[in-house]
């Protein structure tokens, strides 16, 4: 005989299970996968790495002189869209593209009406890109190491169309550095082991490649060229949905680092623009992604109802424990497969802090939906 609780213990068994699947199937198994081969340098490509940048100018000052220095066996070049900058971002990379031939400028001074400005800038950099291979990232993120673009490229030497990098944050002191890492680390272990498991759904601008010819078959961001947000998201939706495959390169030396933003309501509005796009996700994506968010959300929903609960507490503390520890050697192991340590003590912490905050931001867009770029 089964034990009579009530129907709320036996949800809450049920958003357990849930979360202990994705875990099984996807987290873990991504985390434990053996290290990523070596580059082979004799199969390295010619590729172009393309910046855009709006009033960036000191981000480029560090970010420029970091991809000069990448150790890259063959030629690359640095494609830079001076997106409308009213700084002196013009003159310096000016007078950077005249002492280095691997620097091209390319400068936008308006964007048509209606269209995304950072997506109409992309797509003047992707023109006039020499090679077929692409790698992109931000005017505020650098490099973790002098490999960076060479792992990435690694990635087409399998078959691929897509590569998928993941891009962290810097440690700072704080509790709202550790959510935003946190916050990082949950999104990359989603899309980064979706996409090991053959179900690639995203990508992150920071730490991006694909070619020329994935951009012509999804016409490059005509389906979303309106929408403030999706340049990697829905692009990488788009190009799944042609049949395009993706691989993943997740090692440390494969990542970017960014600076985190230094406010709640920063942070905020940041996280609003990333998850605008998710409204335009295929079906079977937003089931995927929104099975595994909406377990954690009613697990605490239903956690809440049951301390008012005497008889149920037995049965929640248990529930509690197990996915304490489910919650914390999931991420453990992965913050340390990425090379992005968190306080392990702090994990359950974040971890429900992190998705009320989720839950915050879903009832904001749902609100209200206007959204801005810079």
Known sequence: MLPHFSLAVWLLLATVLVQLFYVVYYF??????PPEPAPDTRLAQPVSV??????????????????????????????????????????????????????????VSNTPPGLAPKKYALTL???VARYSHMVFTDADCIPATNQWLLCMQAGF??????VLGYSAYTAEPGFLNKLIRFETLVTGAQYLSFAWRGKPYMGV??????????????????????SLSGDDDL??????AQGKRAAVVADPIAHTLS?????????????????????????ADRLRIGTFIGSNMLFYGISLTLLFSRPDWVPLAGLWMLRIITVSTTYQRLSRRLDDPLPGALLPVLDLVYFFYYLALGISLFLYRTLRWK
């Open 28 to 33: 873990l198994p991504f985390a434990n996968r």
């Open 50 to 107: 393309v910046v855009c940048a709006h009033n960036e100018l000191e981000n480029l000052r560090h970010l420029l002189p970091l991809l000069l220095k990448q150790e890259y066996p063959t030629d690359f070049e640095i494609v830079v869209v001076d997106d409308r900058s009213t700084d002196d971002t013009f003159l310096y990379l000016q007078q950077l593209a005249q002492y280095y031939a691997q620097v091209r400028l390319v400068t």
């Open 125 to 127: 950099g992707i023109k």
């Open 157 to 162: 030497q399998r078959p691929t169309d897509l």
């Open 205 to 226: 601008g920071r730490n991006l490649a694909y070619t020329k010819e994935v951009f012509r078959a999804t016409r490059g961001f005509a389906s979303h060229i309106r």
């Open 235 to 240: 692009f990488v939706q788009d190009a799944v």
């Open 259 to 283: 600076e985190p933003a230094h406010s709640w309501f920063q942070w905020w509005r940041q996280k609003r623009r990333h998850m605008s796009a998710g409204r335009r996700y295929r079906i």
